[in-house]
């Protein structure tokens, strides 16, 4: 069973870096599928983040490129995000998801993780 | 982008009547090469992540009740529930996966009337 689990600072002050790590299990994360972060600010709706393909190919929203990196560490089977220069704005829960069989398609889901940015 | 809009923005319908939200893409998110259309429904109950119901506009998941259904192509899509269980009190989403950005509707909630 593909199993995904979030982690990281759940609070993060205006201005820094937000970092998430999304740690996968029961699926190596280099066996053809891509990697996506999604986000949902409190009572609101899903906003794509990015995706990562297994080949290491990454796929930005582009409302948030300049500020992104999504990256792969396939020794630890682990998925990243950064988000530098954080405002209120990015408040949210993050949630992976695994993109079936190269397609935007999220079949599985990490339980996600709120990340409030305050002072 | 591909702006997905659903309509309603929430609906209250009677246990075992039906339940219909529909979904309309700016942009055709079908294939005439492959009659694919890359077009998802989700599920969130409240506390939990979004649960992938249909894909490929029609396509139950395994484990899926069938009394969830989805149909269209290009740019309208519906999600039906033929009747109505308390368990499928939720916000229910759409999502084109065409090209990216992927993007989402807005949501609909379904209650119990």
């Known amino acids: 069973q593909v199993q995904l689990q979030e982690s990281g600072p759940g609070l993060v002050k205006p201005s820094e870096t937000l970092s998430l790590t999304c740690s996968v299990s029961?699926?190596?994360?280099?066996?053809?599928?891509?990697w996506g972060w999604i986000r949902q600010p409190p009572g609101k709706g899903l906003e794509w983040i990015g995706s990562i393909y297994y080949t290491g190919s990454t796929f930005y929203n582009p409302s948030l490129t300049s500020r992104l990196t999504i990256s792969a560490d396939t020794s630890k089977n682990q998925v990243s995000l950064n988000l530098t220069s954080v405002t209120a704005a990015d408040t949210a829960i993050y949630y992976c998801?695994?993109?079936?069989?190269?397609?935007?398609?999220?079949?599985?889901w990490g339980q996600g993780t709120l990340v409030t940015v305050s002072s | 982008d591909i702006v997905m809009t659903q309509s309603p923005d929430s609906l209250a319908v009677s246990l075992g009547e039906r339940a219909t939200i529909n979904c309309k893409s700016r942009r055709s998110v079908s294939y005439s090469s492959n009659s694919k259309s890359y077009l998802a429904w989700y599920q969130q109950k409240p506390g939990h992540p979004p649960k992938l119901l249909i894909s490929?506009?029609?396509t139950r998941e395994s484990g899926v009740p069938d009394r969830f259904s989805g149909s269209g192509s290009g740019t309208d899509f519906t999600l039906t529930i033929s009747s109505l269980q308390a368990e499928d009190v939720a916000v229910y989403y759409c999502?084109?996966?065409?090209?990216?950005?992927?993007?989402f509707g807005q949501g609909t909630k379904v209650e119990i009337k």
């Open positions: 029961g699926y190596s994360i280099n066996s053809g599928s891509y």
């Open positions: 490929w506009a029609s």
């Open positions: 999502q084109q996966y065409y090209s990216t950005p992927y993007t």
């Open positions: 998801a695994r993109g079936r069989t190269a397609t935007g398609l999220l079949d599985y």
